[in-house]
């Protein structure tokens, strides 16, 4: 296996470093795909709520790769989380990316008819339309709620996870079941301090890299897929370079020990949480 990948428990390679494209729209979408493809990008980061999708498709049929050696990612939105709407759901995001399958089909958020979904989604790999299904910001009663009675597992869960919230206790859990962790916001999105950090800047002096290299290394020796999000081409390359970064263990722990022990993106916390479940079940019974 390529060092640059990872073993997924369904078999499949996942390139290690991605590119998140959240909140970038249009040609400037398709033209930084196109960019960091150009750069040795191999694994692109989509959704159907970031209206994109259309985008990250031109991008992959005029990059001029051919489509098997591109890993793509879309998710699934919790509105649609019911049996027959996910699988429209999944329709129209082949549709609007313009081909006959994705690599990796997530549930966004655990809201809505969760079991249901799962069914379809395990029946959608089996018509070829997705090669592995995974989950997005699922925690370990989420996870056990719906991979109780499951026929396939799931092989991602796509987590926030950085240097000021390691997630030890998730992340022990998904080892122990076989499913790789997807790192979304690994600076935890240039707002937190973390590439300013001056332990995190120590780290990466002593191995000369930069800290976000750094931070992108202390990821994958967590095991972590990781799909930072930028549109400059040098800041591209510097992140996929990362892949050459080696940490030592008193590395590791000195950047452990920043942890918080909480989210940085309080988006799911006080009335969100149970409005998101109403709606997700409301969407499921109408």
């Known amino acids: 296996m390529d060092e640059g990948y990872i073993r997924l428990n369904n078999g499949m390679e996942m390139p290690l470093v991605g590119l998140g494209v959240f909140r970038m729209k249009g040609y400037e979408c398709t033209k930084n795909v196109i960019s960091a493809v150009e750069s040795g990008y191999r694994l692109i980061d989509t959704a159907a709520v970031y209206g994109n999708e259309r985008a990250v498709g031109d991008a992959v049929r005029w990059c001029g790769l051919p489509r098997e050696q591109l890993f793509v990612t879309t998710k699934l939105w919790y509105t649609n989380c019911s049996y027959h709407n996910a699988k429209r759901a999944l329709e129209k995001s082949l549709k609007n990316l313009g081909l006959d399958y994705v690599d990796l089909y997530l549930i966004h958020e655990p809201y809505g008819w969760l079991k249901g979904t799962w069914r379809a989604l395990e029946e959608c790999v089996r018509e070829g339309k997705v090669r592995a299904i995974g989950l997005s910001n699922f925690c370990e009663r989420d996870i056990e709620n719906i991979t109780r009675g499951a026929e396939i597992m799931p092989a991602v869960d796509q987590i926030e996870l950085h240097p000021l919230y390691k997630r030890e206790k998730l992340l022990a859990y998904l080892n122990e079941r076989g499913i790789t962790p997807e790192a979304w916001a690994?600076?935890?999105?240039?707002?937190?301090?973390?590439?300013?950090?001056?332990?995190?800047?120590?780290?990466?002096?002593?191995?000369?890299?930069?800290?976000?290299?750094?931070?992108?290394?202390?990821?994958?020796?967590?095991?972590?897929?990781?799909i930072p999000k930028s549109s400059n081409p040098e800041r591209m390359a510097e992140n996929l370079a990362s892949l050459s970064v080696e940490l030592t263990d008193e590395d590791i722990r000195n950047i452990d020990c920043l942890d918080l022990g909480d989210s940085l993106f309080p988006w799911d916390k006080g009335i969100r949480r149970p409005l998101r479940k109403a709606i997700g079940f409301l969407h499921y019974i109408i």
């Open 186 to 226: 690994p600076f935890g999105a240039g707002k937190s301090g973390i590439l300013d950090h001056p332990v995190i800047a120590r780290v990466a002096e002593r191995r000369g890299c930069t800290v976000a290299q750094a931070v992108l290394a202390w990821l994958r020796a967590k095991g972590a897929v990781a």
